[in-house]
């Protein structure tokens, strides 16, 4: 299994301002994903962090709006950027274990909140 | 494109067995997972299934047919700490893609 820590927990943030999330795992990994969860729905991809190079985004996820940062095998960061309401979410950090089911495991996740 | 489509939610009883269905459409398909979440908690990993047949786990069981793009999740002996959100998730090339997720509520 892989253990992965997330920073901020929880956090209230003011409309207009931008937030970077943090998320260490604890063994070295090609790939990292970031996830966003609105309340009550299910999780959807934002993008794919590889070491080394720019992320990957998925449909309707910008790099201006969600800059990502991957500067080793074990860290990156998720920014949140010009935060609206809308952007009130869980975002998830991600990332493959070793295991041949290759289940993806879940940091704790990161509650945002903008008023 | 990828699709993946699941009940919105479903109630059962304690002790009993409940069946939570899911259809999938993925290119590049190596895999289909299945997720518990409870309210404010990440999800956790329950089961994987790449062939066609059946993976039991304890209470739990996941059933997979690819050449119908089906998958099922079969629940036994409900507790009540069994009520949660389950997600099915179909991995294509190196992404995992998630569906609405099945609210169940499990009842005395």
């Known amino acids: 299994s892989a253990v992965i820590s997330q920073k901020p927990s929880r956090d209230i943030c003011q409309r207009g301002t931008s937030l970077t999330i943090q998320c260490q795992v604890d063994s070295q990994v090609t790939m990292m994903f970031w996830y966003r969860q609105q309340p009550g729905q299910s999780l959807t991809l934002i993008a794919t962090?590889?070491?080394?190079?720019?992320?990957?985004?998925e449909s309707g996820f910008v790099i201006d709006k969600f800059p990502i940062s991957r500067p080793n095998l074990t860290f990156s960061t998720l920014t949140v950027s010009n935060m609206s309401p809308e952007d009130s979410s869980i975002y998830l950090c991600?990332?493959?274990?070793?295991?041949?089911?290759?289940?993806?495991?879940f940091g704790e996740g990161s509650r945002l909140t903008v008023l | 494109g990828q699709n993946i489509d699941q009940p919105t939610e479903m109630t059962a009883t304690e002790g009993a067995i409940v069946q939570i269905n899911c259809t999938y459409q993925?290119?590049?398909?190596?895999?289909l997972f299945w997720y518990q979440q409870h309210a404010g908690e990440a999800p956790t990993f329950l089961s994987y299934n790449v062939l066609d047949g059946l993976e039991e786990k304890g209470r739990f069981s996941s059933f997979l047919s690819r050449s119908k793009g089906y998958s099922y999740l079969l629940l036994k002996e409900l507790q009540m700490k069994d009520s949660a959100s389950y997600l099915c998730a179909a991995r294509g090339g190196n992404k995992l893609v998630f569906g609405a997720g099945t609210i169940l509520r499990v009842k005395s």
């Open positions: 993925t290119s590049g398909f190596n895999g």
């Open positions: 962090a590889n070491q080394g190079s720019e992320a990957t985004y």
């Open positions: 991600s990332v493959f274990g070793l295991a041949k089911t290759g289940e993806l495991f």
